[in-house]
Structure formats: structure tokens, C-alpha cells
């Protein structure tokens, strides 16, 4: 089956902490996204990946770094830097060229709690 | 400076009748608009987008209705079902790159 996997799918920390989430995609697209989702709020954009060894900053995206070594794999470190990091964090795809109708495949989410 | 809102946050709608979540944006650069669906500790799954050289597009129960000179849209959902029950995000492509922007969401209640 095609799609998004992250994990894990909950995770807890303690503060000053670093943590890695995973995000892996089969569908063969180019472009990988992470965003965050907080209580009551919209989606909101941390970093962007469109090729591979290439990505770009998001809207918040302080406090947290990113890879883009292979196609398939776009991992988000939420650093000790970043102050408020308890949120729903959300991993997307999109394929890009001419025909691009920009629709994000999303993945099933991973819940991080700062203790 | 949100670009895409959702100014209503919540609707409740009585099982059966029209479900009615809107949309506004101020770009008027975008020209692609998506809606999705998303259940709690979910991702959001697609479900319905219109292209902004149309005014409308169907799908089952489904109905997005664009209006560009308002830079407004809407998706319409008849009849509404609890299983319709979640948070619906608009989002907008303006196609000259690979980026949505998403508005806050609107979360329906369909009640039985």
C-alpha cells in the first residue's frame, strides 16, 4: 500500500530533550512537508523539502531542523530550542511538475508531550 | 497576515439537513482550493478541491461553490451525516509552487 508512515505515533519528552520524528512516503513524490497542529488551531507550516538535500523554512520553524538525504525520508528534530513543543505534528507529501493539482497526502500525525 | 480564514470555528448541524462551511482568502494569485477532513489524532484526508476556472464541482454530497470576485468559497454537504462529524480545513495552491496554505478549520458537529 502507498502512502505516509510517521512514527512514532505518540511520544513523550522531558524538557531540554531532543526528539526525532520519522516520516517516510512510498508514493514516489518529490516535495515532503511538516506541519504542526496545536488545540483549536490550523495547520501551520514548520519546514519544507521539494528535493532531495534541499529544504526550506516554514512559517515556525524555530526551534527545529530537518533532512532531506533520501527521497522517501524527511525526519523532524523538535529541538530543546523550541520553547512550546507539545503539539500534533503532521507529516505530508505532494508530487510536483506541470500537472500539479497540489494536493497533500497526509500522514496519520505523531503526538509529542513535553513533560 | 492570514491569506486563507475560517472565520467561523465550530457549526453543529442537525443529521439530515445542509451543512454549509465557508471560506475566504485574500491572494488572488491562488488558483487551486482544496477542502479536507480531519479526525481527531488523524491526518487530514482529502476531499474535495475546485480549480478557479470553474464556480463549482460535485462530488456525492459534496459541493464546493467558488466565487472569485469575492474571494470567497464554500463546501456544501447534503445530507449531512455524524459520520460527517470533524474539523474541515480549507487550503489554496496558487500552482507557481508547491505550497498550501490551510485556514484555521471549522469543526462540525452533525447531531442525530
Known amino acids: 500500500d502507498g502512502g505516509i508512515t510517521q512514527s512514532p505515533k505518540y511520544l513523550f519528552r522531558k524538557e531540554g530533550q531532543n526528539v526525532t520524528l520519522s516520516c517516510e512516503q512510498n508514493l514516489n513524490h518529490d516535495a515532503m512537508y511538516w506541519y504542526r497542529q496545536d488545540p483549536g488551531q490550523g495547520l501551520r507550516l514548520i519546514y519544507y523539502s521539494q528535493i532531495v538535500n534541499d529544504f526550506q523554512k516554514g512559517d515556525i520553524a524555530e526551534g527545529y531542523s530537518v533532512s532531506r538525504e533520501k527521497k522517501e525520508s524527511f525526519p523532524l528534530t523538535v529541538t530543546s530550542a523550541q520553547k512550546n513543543p507539545t503539539a500534533f505534528y503532521l507529516c505530508?507529501?505532494?508530487?510536483?511538475?506541470?500537472?500539479?493539482?497540489?494536493?497533500?497526502?497526509f500522514g496519520e500525525g505523531s503526538r509529542l508531550t513535553v513533560l | 497576515d492570514q491569506q486563507v480564514k475560517q472565520n467561523s470555528p465550530s457549526l453543529s448541524v442537525q443529521e439530515g439537513r445542509i451543512s454549509i462551511l465557508n471560506c475566504d482568502y485574500t491572494n488572488s494569485m491562488f488558483d487551486y482550493f482544496l477542502w479536507y477532513k480531519k479526525y481527531p489524532a488523524e491526518g487530514p484526508t482529502f476531499l474535495i478541491s475546485i480549480s478557479s476556472i470553474k464556480d463549482k464541482n460535485e462530488d456525492g454530497r459534496f459541493t464546493v461553490f467558488l466565487n472569485k470576485s469575492a474571494k470567497h468559497l464554500s463546501l456544501h454537504i447534503v445530507p449531512s451525516q455524524p459520520g460527517d462529524s470533524a474539523v474541515y480545513f480549507c487550503a489554496a495552491n496558487n500552482n507557481a509552487g508547491n505550497m498550501l496554505t490551510f485556514g484555521g478549520g471549522t469543526r462540525l458537529m452533525v447531531k442525530p
Open positions: 505530508a507529501s505532494m508530487t510536483v511538475g506541470p500537472v500539479n493539482t497540489g494536493e497533500l497526502f
